[in-house]
């Protein structure tokens, strides 16, 4: 089955399901078609400091 996509670019096209899962991946796909509407892709950055591990190397202030 082939899904209806718009690329970043702003260009139509049609993908299949596993070229989606790729695309998305690789920021290729701003939108795709879903049978009842449009589906915007939205991309979250891994925000700073949310690795799990502590970042700041100085003295701790608020302890006491």
């Known amino acids: 089955m082939k899904i209806p996509v718009i690329f970043i670019d702003g260009t139509l096209g049609v993908v299949s399901a596993d070229e989606?899962?790729?695309y998305?991946?690789?920021r290729?796909?701003?939108s795709f078609r879903r049978t009842d509407a449009w589906v915007r892709v939205t991309y979250k950055d891994?925000?700073?400091g949310s690795s799990g591990k502590k970042t700041f190397e100085g003295n701790e202030r608020r302890k006491k």
Do not use: A, C
């Open 20 to 22: 989606l899962d790729s």
């Open 28 to 30: 290729w796909i701003l």
């Open 46 to 48: 891994v925000l700073r």
């Open 24 to 26: 998305i991946e690789k």
